[in-house]
Each structure stands twice: as C-alpha cells, then as structure tokens.
C-alpha cells in the first residue's frame, strides 16, 4: 500500500514540475522572466485562471485549446507533464520496492531515497534538453554544465551511501569519482571525434558542440557503458527518423536540401538515456551474454 501511495504522490510532483518545465520552455528561448507575469495565452496575452492551469486535467478539459481565442495550444504541454510524471512514478516505484522489500534493511532507506531523488532531477533534465533542442535545435551550456557537475556529485554520493563505513571503504568513493570523471571526458571525446571526423571529410559540421556536453552528462548519471548504449539508442533512432521523414515524396523532392537539414540529435540521445537509465543494465547484460562474453 505504501509503495502504491508513494508512487501516486511521485505522478502529482511530477505533472506539477513538468508544467512548470512547461512554462520555463516556452519563456526560456525567449529569455523571458519564469516568474513574471503570470501564466496566459501566448496568442491572445489571457491569463489563465487556476482551473486552466491543471496539469494535464486543463488541457483535456479545453480540447487542448485557449478558452479565449480557441488557439490550438500544442501537444507538447501534456507530453511533457505526462512523461516527467511517469517517470518520476518509475524512480519512486524501484525505490520503495527496494526499500519494502524481503531482503531490504535500514541501509536501503539511505541508498533508495537519495538515488530516487537524483533520478528525478535526471529525468526532469532530460526533458528538458529533449524539448529544447527539438524546438530551438538549442542545448544551453546553463544546463548541461550544472547536469554534468550534479551527475558527478550523484555518483559519488551513490557510492557513499552505499558503503557501510566511508572512512574504512574510501578507495571505493574515490574508485566511483575518478571512473565517473574519466567516462564523462571519454564520452564527451567519442562525439568530439566523430565531430571531427565528419568535418574532415564532409567540411562541414554534424555534429554539435551542446551534443558532446550532453553525452557528457548521460555518462556522469549513468556511466560510460550506459551512456554508449544511450548514444547507440539515439543514433538508431535518428536514422530511423530520418528514413522516415525521406521516404515522403515531398521530401525526395528536395533531398538535397533535406541533406543539409539539421536533426535534434540532442532529442533523440536524451530518448536513449531515459532508455538507457531503466533498460540498461539488462540491455548490456544481454547483448554481452549474445556476444559471448
């Protein structure tokens, strides 16, 4: 029951800071203020009233639509407060099920809630750059520096709480900072060279700067094998996408410009690291176990 309780709770913080994301992603393009004004319509300037401003509940209520000018209002908003909600609802369910479960003592406690809570921040992150760079094509240094800096600072505090005594187990934590801080500069190295790679023989970029900072970051939360998987993960899905959006007639007719088209690849590696992040571990498992080794 409580695992139940605590999971609904997680789906309410969650629709409510994916609606403030909301809120910070349409006024951050735009470097306007996320305190100032009030939330309203970005057609007709109305401001909406608290019934409007439901997470989710407001946008079914109006047909996602502005109750004032009938505006379409976009699907993004109920998107992005649905995905921060589940996967804040999948953070809280593994953390009390290893709390509460058969074999779990008062250690788990200390372990699960603080590994819970950085996942959240995780996610909301990740959505946040998945949005930006799928609308604006824009990954901000201002996030995914402190990601990378927080994703570090997880990691050790996993590895501390995960040791019963930190002044007798230290080479542990400094094992966990040191492998930590290597595969976040290997990491963002991978796509650096493939950066450079392309721009030798195509002379021109592909890849971009803010990518090699987010790959950088997936490897400070999740590790350097994770964070390959996730780049793996985002690449397929970018070729996926991109076949699919050439295999529109409309599209071959103006194949050479949609060469030259830019695609989020930002997007699509934050799709691979929320994979990444549930899947991983027995993704890897299972590739390695078909490998043979």
Not at 122 to 136: G, I, K, P, R, S
Request: proline letters at 4%.
């Amino acid at each position: 029951m409580m695992r139940i309780l605590g999971t609904i709770f997680a789906v309410l913080l969650g629709l409510a800071f994916g609606s403030f994301l909301n809120l910070c992603l349409t006024r951050w393009p735009e470097e306007e203020s996320v305190v100032k004004p009030r939330s309203h319509c970005r057609h007709c300037s109305h401001t909406l009233t608290w019934w409007e401003n439901v997470p989710l509940i407001s946008w079914l209520l109006l047909h996602g639509r502005c109750r004032n000018c009938h505006n379409w209002i976009g699907w993004r908003y109920p998107l992005v407060e649905l995905a921060v909600a589940v996967l804040w609802a999948s953070s809280a369910w593994q953390a009390l099920t290893a709390m509460m479960g058969p074999d779990a003592s008062a250690s788990f406690v200390y372990i699960g809630l603080p590994n819970a809570i950085g996942m959240m921040v995780f996610y909301w992150l990740l959505v946040a750059l998945a949005v930006l760079d799928f609308e604006n094509l824009w990954l901000p240094d201002w996030i995914t520096w402190p990601g990378i800096v927080l994703g570090f600072l997880f990691t050790v505090a996993s590895a501390i709480f995960a040791t019963a005594s930190p002044l007798n187990d230290g080479f542990a934590i400094v094992k966990a900072a040191v492998y930590s801080l290597a595969g976040t500069v290997l990491a963002a190295g991978l796509v650096l060279f493939i950066r450079w790679i392309y721009l030798l023989f195509r002379h021109r970029e592909g890849i971009g700067f803010g990518d090699a900072k987010l790959l950088a970051l997936l490897a400070a939360w999740l590790g350097l094998p994770q964070a390959l998987l996730s780049f793996a993960v985002g690449v397929v899905l970018g070729a996926m996408v991109a076949v699919a959006l050439l295999a529109f007639p409309s599209t071959r007719a103006k194949s050479e410009s949609w060469a030259l088209n830019k695609m989020p690849l930002g997007t699509f590696l934050c799709i691979g690291g929320v994979v990444s992040s549930l899947w991983g571990g027995r993704i890897l498992t299972a590739y390695l176990g078909w490998a043979g080794f």
